[in-house]
């Protein structure tokens, strides 16, 4: 197994989820107090859940955060968002629906992480003493959740 291969692959998924963190960050911003809010809170929660068995692993596989790869995911958070901006000025209906689309991108992508990692645990002993079937399990259910609200915000964002 290609051990470098695997701290790049995991560094790549851990920047990913320092970039979904800072979105949501916003989203829980902007729907204060709402139940919209609220679900933003939970799906960060458990990506914070996430992102702590992916530092976890890596420390694991004795491997260190990349502070680039994160750098570079918070600052690619920052000019998305700062496109959506100027598109969609309010933020109120496009820019949602594209904020969620990304979010659910992320979490395909993490899925698809836990699903590659459940096939080469046999070479890791660090892999096999996670739960990367309930990981998986976990990424199914938030794009579930995810994607019934999707579809409402893009209701919303092309009514009218």
Do not use: C
């Amino acid at each position: 197994m290609n051990a470098k291969h695997l701290g790049t692959y995991v560094n790549d998924h851990l920047a990913g989820s320092v970039a979904a963190l800072e979105l949501l960050d916003h989203m829980i911003s902007a729907n204060a107090g709402t139940p919209r809010g609220q679900f933003f809170i939970e799906l960060r929660q458990e990506i914070e859940q996430d992102q702590a068995a992916l530092r976890d692993l890596l420390e694991q596989l004795d491997f260190k955060e990349n502070p680039m790869r994160k750098a570079a995911a918070w600052f690619s958070e920052k000019l998305a968002r700062a496109k959506l901006s100027m598109e969609d000025p309010r933020g109120d209906k496009l820019a949602r629906l594209e904020k969620l689309e990304a979010l659910t991108l992320g979490i395909e992508g993490k899925r698809a992480l836990w699903r590659s990692l459940n096939v080469i645990a046999d070479r890791a002993p660090a892999l096999q003493a996670m739960d990367l079937t309930g990981l998986e399990q976990r990424a199914a259910e938030q794009r579930q959740r995810i994607e019934a609200f999707r579809l409402d915000v893009a209701r919303e964002a092309f009514d009218g």
